[in-house]
């Protein structure tokens, strides 16, 4: 195993200057391993509340007016509403420079009486369950802001087999470079799961609104490039699921 870890931290070394295929570059020879954000130690932490329903309209507006006291002491990606895929939740993404920051935050907001007080309190009885995941950026991804607001996202998680970047690092990045040539998608960030479901990616994308996202959803259907490549990807993929997100007010990305 040790072995195999430094094997793909020396494969994955060779993709540092290879940036989001989005531009149409070369692809062939990236790697999907986190080996370079390992080393560099920023990672994102994904979020779920599952919200109780009736409680939901609360839930978002106690966050809108406190949301600030959080945001104080780490950097917020982004935070969403669940449109489709899962009724009553938010997801939102929090950027850490370490597993020592995030301890620290953590810490931080324990001893914070304005926070436990002001939304902690108020905030946990709106909820029935949350989750959270830590994930890396893939190599060849970066953080792209759309390039307009008022859109909506679409949180695409796809649950490969065991095995690792090595076994199906390639041809997943094929797949996702296809939909994001000029005129499909607008992608804004690929992750790779390091705490939580392992062999999981998302693919975090942007569109002007839900009817543009099925109109590129159709063309993709009847283009052969999109097709071939999904076809090699598939072939490693055991599930996957979307969903489809509005961005809140208070949210950096929109």
């Given at each position: 195993m040790f072995n195999i870890r430094n094997a793909l931290r020396r494969a994955t070394a060779q993709a540092d200057s290879v940036v989001f295929c989005r531009k149409g570059r070369e692809y062939s020879r990236a790697s999907i391993s986190t080996g370079p954000q390992q080393q560099h130690e920023t990672f994102y932490e994904f979020r779920t509340y599952y919200i109780k329903p009736h409680l939901n309209?609360?839930?978002?507006?106690?966050?809108?007016?406190?949301?600030?006291?959080?945001?104080?002491?780490?950097?917020?990606?982004?935070?969403?509403?669940?449109?489709?895929?899962?009724?009553?939740?938010v997801f939102h993404i929090w950027k850490y420079e370490s597993y020592a920051q995030r301890a620290a935050v953590r810490a931080a907001l324990a001893q914070d009486p304005n926070w436990m007080e002001q939304y902690i309190s108020k905030a946990m009885p709106m909820l029935s369950s949350q989750d959270n995941e830590v994930t890396y950026l893939v190599p060849w991804s970066k953080i792209q802001k759309p390039p307009k607001e008022g859109g909506v996202y679409e949180l695409v998680s796809f649950q490969m087999k065991?095995?690792?970047?090595?076994?199906?690092?390639?041809?997943f990045q094929g797949a996702v470079c296809t939909h994001a040539a000029p005129g499909y998608a607008y992608p804004v960030g690929v992750f790779h799961s390091e705490f939580g479901l392992l062999n999981r990616l998302h693919v975090l994308w942007w569109y002007e609104n839900a009817d543009q996202r099925a109109a590129v959803r159709h063309k993709a259907h009847s283009?052969?490039?999109?097709?071939?490549?999904?076809?090699q990807s598939v072939a490693y993929l055991e599930s996957q699921k979307?969903?489809?997100?509005?961005?809140?007010?208070?949210?950096p990305l929109k």
């Open positions: 309209a609360a839930f978002h507006k106690l966050t809108n007016e406190k949301i600030h006291l959080r945001t104080a002491l780490s950097e917020l990606v982004g935070y969403w509403s669940v449109e489709y895929g899962g009724l009553n939740q065991p095995g690792g970047p090595a076994v199906w690092g390639q041809s283009d052969a490039r999109v097709v071939s490549a999904v076809r979307n969903k489809l997100l509005f961005p809140c007010s208070y949210s």
